[in-house]
């Protein structure tokens, strides 16, 4: 049996171990979080390197590729230093993948729903999610992007995919280098509410992107909205649920109750290849193909 280890610097509460059938192989996956150690999980990397067939990079991002061009997070790197033998993946490959299907996903399933409400999309931040930020407005959706307000907490909402790539080209190079809890929520910060930017997820019909982003920055209610997301716990879907969501898409399939992030599923195509190397952008199309991969819908109320 071929493992996948995720290592993840979120909460160790969202912690999951399954074993799946991939192309006749089965697979051992599991996500290990730390609670905001990087240290932590720097060690659990260097304990499992060599031992398993993959990992996956969880809670946080090598870097962010916007359009093909690559900007590193320096402060995650230092995680990753023992890491010599084991290959290593933190999600880009299916953020570019089987994120990029989302909108074409949706109008397939609910596309009439979605008309009738408004063809709207919101990304409360759209940077580190390409595949997903460039799909809809392809696919004729009015949609907005949060990452100013959301990142750095500039009240300044996006409406075009070529602002983003420009926001991107003049701070990620100075946003890349500082400490990666400063833009992103660790370990029990995830669990936390903060409330924000409500006149946009009001007006979206589909909200986009990241799932902490979106549940700690949601309205309390948005009823009849759409969510298209990654990691869910059980736990994640009951208050979306409660929310008033009529529809909660997740990119990568549901195993036993919960979805796993892109580096999760990522790592257990690498350790399934078998080629003890990252994927190619055309691999991994072939693989999701032959495993007939695609998002997960679910209707909540």
Partial sequence: MKRAVSISIGSSKRNKAVTINLLGEEISIERIGTDGDMEAAALKYKELDGKVDAFGVGGGDLGALVDGKWYPFYSVKPMVRFVEKTPLVDGTGLKNSLEARAATFLDEKIGGYINQLGRRAFLPVGIDRWGMSSCFPAAGFETRYGDLLFGIDVPIILSKTGQL????ALLMPIVGRLPFEWIYPLGEKQEKRAPKGEKWFRWATVIAGDCHYIKRHMPDELPGKVIFTNTTT???VEFFRKAGIKYLATGTPVLEGRSFGTNMMEAALVAVAGKNRPLTHDEYNELLA????????QELN
């Fill in 165 to 168: 790539k420009t926001i991107a």
């Fill in 234 to 236: 059980p736990e994640d």
């Fill in 290 to 297: 032959q495993l007939h991969f695609e998002p997960q819908l």
